[in-house]
């Protein structure tokens, strides 16, 4: 087990050299050292050594553009196939978007999913495996994608056309302003931000019968993106987590007091 003060020295090291490096190694390098750093052990650390949070803005950055790589490049690839017939994503997707595709199987657990619902995900991006799973393993009538990036609008549409479905539904919208009063299951991406306000947005708006899940950072995944949890909203208690994946996220459902 390594010591505080020397995981402490290993991330300086890894964020001395932020400047250098691909984002790709330098997420990795925060991923292998926090092997050993449970979320509570991770949040002891910054607050033992805050120069450590002062890098979240480079931090979030650079993860902003390593997930937005790896999206483009698996789009890429997919569009240039002819249209799938009746495939499946999960069938067809590359190693990178099936090891996300498959870090959100816990909430078919968690969730129930019917035909006549409608399922709505904020921060869906350039490949919205979330959405991609659920149109894969369910009968929900409509997925609706909401980004506020134009080029995730249109990578929803042009997979939705591979895919051969009609149930992805993509708009240009930012989650703190969307009406989600006609919303069964809402999905809150781990990158999305400012984070509380779309749950309070969601809250304000949704019924509330809606499920909840919201994607969270934990340990050292802290450093690239926001935790509602932290600034919980009075109106949610935390039902259940799902399992950590790779990148320091895991699903969080909720339900209203
Ligand atoms: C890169 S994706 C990752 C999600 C991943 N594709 C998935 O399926 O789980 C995160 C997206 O969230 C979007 N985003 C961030 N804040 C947002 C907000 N307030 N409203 C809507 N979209 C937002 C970003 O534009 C980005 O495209």
């Given at each position: 087990m390594i010591k505080d003060n020397e995981i402490v020295d290993r991330l300086q090291g890894v964020l001395d050299n932020v400047d250098e490096r691909r984002p790709s190694d330098i997420i990795g390098d925060i991923v292998d050292l926090a092997r050993d750093v449970d979320d509570s052990h991770a949040r002891a650390l910054f607050e033992g050594h805050p120069v450590l949070t002062s890098y979240r803005p480079i931090l979030t950055d650079l993860y902003r553009k390593y997930i937005l790589s790896v999206e483009e490049a698996e789009l890429a690839r997919l569009v240039s196939r002819p249209t799938a017939g009746d495939q499946l994503f999960g069938e067809m997707a590359g190693e990178a978007a099936l090891m996300a595709y498959n870090r959100v199987s816990d909430m078919f657990q968690h969730v129930d999913f019917l035909p006549s619902h409608r399922f709505v995900m904020v921060?869906?991006?350039?490949?919205?495996v979330t959405a991609l799973h659920v149109n894969d393993r369910t009968q929900v009538g409509e997925i609706i994608c909401l980004d506020v990036s134009d080029k995730a609008v249109a990578a929803v549409e042009a997979l939705g056309a591979t895919l051969n479905t009609h149930r992805l539904q993509a708009f240009r919208f930012d989650g703190q302003k969307y009406?989600?009063?006609?919303?069964n299951v809402i999905y809150i991406a781990n990158?999305?931000?400012p984070k509380i306000s779309v749950v309070s947005r969601v809250l304000d708006t949704?019924?509330?019968?809606a499920a909840i899940i919201i994607r969270e950072p934990y340990s050292f995944g802290r450093l690239w993106a926001e935790c509602a949890e932290d600034f919980l909203d009075s109106r949610l208690v935390v039902k259940a987590r799902g399992c950590g994946s790779r990148y320091l996220s895991r699903d969080v459902y909720f339900q209203r007091r």
């Amino acid at each position: 087990m390594i010591k505080d003060n020397e995981i402490v020295d290993r991330l300086q090291g890894v964020l001395d050299n932020v400047d250098e490096r691909r984002p790709s190694d330098i997420i990795g390098d925060i991923v292998d050292l926090a092997r050993d750093v449970d979320d509570s052990h991770a949040r002891a650390l910054f607050e033992g050594h805050p120069v450590l949070t002062s890098y979240r803005p480079i931090l979030t950055d650079l993860y902003r553009k390593y997930i937005l790589s790896v999206e483009e490049a698996e789009l890429a690839r997919l569009v240039s196939r002819p249209t799938a017939g009746d495939q499946l994503f999960g069938e067809m997707a590359g190693e990178a978007a099936l090891m996300a595709y498959n870090r959100v199987s816990d909430m078919f657990q968690h969730v129930d999913f019917l035909p006549s619902h409608r399922f709505v995900m904020v921060g869906c991006g350039q490949m919205p495996v979330t959405a991609l799973h659920v149109n894969d393993r369910t009968q929900v009538g409509e997925i609706i994608c909401l980004d506020v990036s134009d080029k995730a609008v249109a990578a929803v549409e042009a997979l939705g056309a591979t895919l051969n479905t009609h149930r992805l539904q993509a708009f240009r919208f930012d989650g703190q302003k969307y009406d989600y009063c006609s919303a069964n299951v809402i999905y809150i991406a781990n990158m999305v931000s400012p984070k509380i306000s779309v749950v309070s947005r969601v809250l304000d708006t949704a019924d509330r019968s809606a499920a909840i899940i919201i994607r969270e950072p934990y340990s050292f995944g802290r450093l690239w993106a926001e935790c509602a949890e932290d600034f919980l909203d009075s109106r949610l208690v935390v039902k259940a987590r799902g399992c950590g994946s790779r990148y320091l996220s895991r699903d969080v459902y909720f339900q209203r007091r």
